[in-house]
C-alpha cells in the first residue's frame, strides 16, 4: 500500500496527534512515517527515569550546535527525541502552555485564528486534566494532565520564600492568572508518561486506515509541478517512494523539517544553489529565526537531609520502582520538583519574561549503595530560563546529503539583553534562598558560588554554562511577511498540497514549555486539513498498521 490520502512525516508530539485525528475520519487514509525506533525502551513510561531517556543514543537525533560564538565557542547539545512520540517520550514532562498573550501576539503578526481565544479549545481538546473540564482546562481529552505531588514542607518554604520578594501564589498557570509561583503540572496518567505515542497514536494504531512506519528516514518530497504529490525515504538500506493524493505534512520539528524544506528545492535560493539543489521555491525564511529558552543553573547545597538524595539509595529506589509498577504510585511515579515561578524581571513589562523550576536534586545526581558509597549529597538546583530571548539563531544544511545533520547556530547571548537577563536571574534566585524563609534550609551556594559577584564574573559563568531548555522554534514561521514560510492554514507559501505542523510554525516563542503548544498546533491544523476532505472515499482495506 503506497498511495495515501495523507503523508505526515515525523511521529513526534505533533505527528501522533495528527495521525490520530486524521485517521478518525475513515474516508482518509493515513501514513505516518518515523525516523526512529518504537517507544518501547525500558522504563520510557517511567517519570523518574527521564534523564536516562533525554540522553539515551539510541533514541536521540545526537545534534549539537555549531561552535557558540558568546558562549565561550561551546558546541551546545540539542537533545531530540527518535522514537515514536518523539521528545514527548523523552521530555521533563512539564505541561505549560505560556502565556495567554503570546498566541495574540501570533494573531496580531497576521495569522488569522491563532489568538488565545481561538486556540484555547484545542488546549482543552487535547487533555484530560485532573481539574476536570471548565473554560480553561479539557476533562475527558486523550492525553493526561496531572497534580503534581511534591514534599510539602519544601512548597510551603519556597512559597513563603517568594511572596517574601513580592510574588504571588496561584493555583493553576493556566487560569485567569498566569504570573506566579505554584506547583507544576505534568502530562501523566496514572503514574505514568502520557506520551502522544501512547495518549494518541496508541489508541488509533489499529485503524485499517492508518500505516505507521518506523525506522524511515524521509529524504525529500517528491512534487508533481508545483503540487506535493509524495515522499522518498530510506528505510532497511532501500529508497522507497509513497505518493499522496491530498497532502503531505512535515511534522520533524524546529530543525528536521526546514533541512527537509530544504532537501526538497524549498528554501533561501542562494543557499541551495550553493548546495546543487534546484530552486523550487524561493523561500529565504526557511531555517532562520531559529528561537529557543535560554537557561542557566544556579545550586545550592541543602543544610541537612531534606532534599531528595535519600531516595536515590539503592534499596529505597527498588522499591520505589516495584511501587510504581504494581500501583503507579511513590517517588519514581512523579519528578523531584518543589514549585515553578514565572515572574517579569524589570518594571514596565506586561507580562513574565523569566522562569525558574526549583528542585530538590543535582543534574548530577546518581544512584548510591549503603557501605559501598555515598550519593551526591542534598542539593537544591534552579533552573533559570530566559523566555523571549533576543539572540535568535538559524538551520542550514551541511550538504545536499540528506543523512548529514543540519548546521544549528542558536547565537546564545548574542545580544546584551540576554547577557543582562541573566546577570539579574542569577541575583534573584540568590535573594529567594537568603530570603528569611528559605535560608535555613541552604548551607551554602554550590554553583556559580557566592565569590562571584561581579557582572563580569556573572558573564563569564553564564558564558561558560549557558544551554538551552530544548524548546527549538520558528524556523518555519507562520505569517504573511517575506520571511514567513507557511500561512495561517500551515500551508507552504508558493507550494500546493505542502504544510508544516510543529514548533516551528510558531512566529514567536511562547513564554512557557512547548510540547502543549505543538499539541495544540496539531489539533487546530487537523480541523483545519479535514475542512478540505469530501466524504466519499472508501475506506482501505485493513493491513498491517505498524512496521
Request: one cysteine or more.
Amino acid at each position: 500500500m503506497n498511495t495515501f490520502d495523507f503523508i505526515i512525516v515525523g511521529a513526534g508530539s505533533a505527528g501522533c496527534v495528527l495521525a490520530n485525528r486524521l485517521s478518525a475520519d475513515p474516508h482518509c487514509r493515513v501514513l505516518l512515517l518515523e525516523a526512529g525506533r518504537r517507544d518501547d525502551v525500558p522504563y520510557m513510561s517511567m517519570p523518574l527515569a527521564f534523564r536516562n531517556m533525554f540522553t539515551n543514543p539510541q533514541i536521540d537525533w545526537g545534534y549539537f550546535s555549531e561552535p557558540e560564538p558568546f558562549a565561550d565557542n561551546r558546541r551546545i547539545p540539542v537533545f531530540r527525541g527518535k522514537v515514536l512520540g518523539g521528545c514527548s517520550s523523552v521530555n521533563g514532562m512539564l505541561y505549560s502552555r505560556g502565556h495567554s498573550s503570546d498566541y495574540d501576539g501570533w494573531r496580531d503578526k497576521g495569522c488569522a485564528g491563532w489568538g488565545y481565544e481561538d486556540v484555547l479549545p484545542y488546549f482543552r481538546r487535547s487533555e484530560a486534566n485532573w481539574r476536570g473540564a471548565s473554560h480553561y482546562h479539557g476533562g475527558n481529552g486523550p492525553m493526561g494532565v496531572s497534580r503534581h505531588v511534591g514534599d510539602p514542607h519544601l512548597f510551603k518554604t519556597l512559597s513563603e520564600g517568594v511572596q517574601a520578594l513580592g510574588h504571588p501564589l496561584i493555583d493553576d498557570f493556566h487560569g485567569p492568572a498566569q504570573e506566579g509561583f505554584a506547583a507544576p503540572d505534568f502530562t501523566l496518567a496514572r503514574g505514568r508518561r502520557a506520551s502522544t505515542a501512547q495518549a494518541f497514536l496508541r489508541p488509533a494504531v489499529k485503524r485499517a486506515n492508518l500505516i505507521v512506519r518506523t525506522r524511515c528516514t524521509v529524504t525529500r518530497v517528491l512534487f508533481d509541478g508545483r503540487r506535493a504529490s509524495g515522499v522518498e525515504y530510506l528505510q532497511d538500506g532501500q529508497v522507497v517512494q509513497v505518493d499522496a493524493e491530498r497532502e503531505v505534512v512535515l511534522s520533524g520539528g524546529a530543525f528536521n523539517s526546514p533541512q527537509l524544506l530544504m532537501l526538497s528545492g524549498i528554501g533561501p535560493a542562494t543557499a541551495l544553489r550553493q548546495h546543487q539543489l534546484h530552486v523550487r521555491q524561493d523561500l529565504p525564511g526557511v531555517g532562520s529565526n531559529l528561537q529557543d529558552h535560554h537557561s542557566i543553573r544556579v545550586e545550592f547545597v541543602a543544610n541537612g537531609p531534606v532534599a531528595f538524595d535519600s531516595q536515590l539509595r539503592y534499596d529505597r529506589l527498588a522499591r520505589s520502582v516495584v511501587q510504581w509498577k504494581l500501583f503507579g504510585t511513590g517517588p519514581a511515579a512523579g519528578l523531584p520538583v518543589s514549585g515553578m515561578l514565572f515572574y517579569r524581571s524589570e518594571n514596565g513589562l506586561t507580562r513574565p519574561d523569566g522562569q525558574t523550576l526549583i528542585s530538590p536534586i543535582t543534574g548530577n545526581a546518581q544512584v548510591w549503595y549503603p557501605l559501598i558509597g555515598k550519593g551526591v549529597g542534598h542539593h537544591f538546583s534552579t533552573a533559570n530560563v530566559r523566555l523571549r530571548p533576543d539572540s535568535h539563531g538559524s538551520v542550514t544544511l551541511r550538504s545536499s546529503d540528506p543523512l548529514a545533520k543540519p548546521v544549528i547556530q542558536f547565537n546564545l547571548l548574542a545580544e546584551e539583553s540576554d547577557r543582562t537577563f541573566f546577570r539579574q536571574a542569577i541575583r534573584h534566585i540568590r535573594e529567594l534562598f537568603a530570603s528569611t524563609p528559605v535560608a535555613p534550609l541552604i548551607s551554602r551556594e554550590l554553583v556559580p558560588g557566592a565569590s562571584m559577584q561581579s557582572d563580569a564574573q556573572l558573564d563569564a559563568y553564564v558564558r561558560s554554562m549557558i544551554g538551552t531548555a530544548f524548546h527549538p522554534t520558528s524556523t518555519c514561521a507562520m505569517g504573511a511577511g517575506p520571511n514567513a514560510v507557511v500561512d495561517d492554514q500551515l500551508r507552504v507559501h508558493g507550494v500546493q498540497g505542502l504544510r508544516v505542523v510543529d514548533a516551528s510554525i510558531m512566529p514567536d516563542i511562547v513564554g512557557g514549555n512547548t510540547n502543549a503548544p505543538t499539541i495544540m498546533i496539531a489539533e487546530k491544523a487537523a480541523d483545519l486539513i479535514l475542512m478540505g476532505v469530501p466524504k466519499t472515499a472508501s475506506t482501505p482495506t485493513p493491513t498491517q498498521a505498524l512496521v
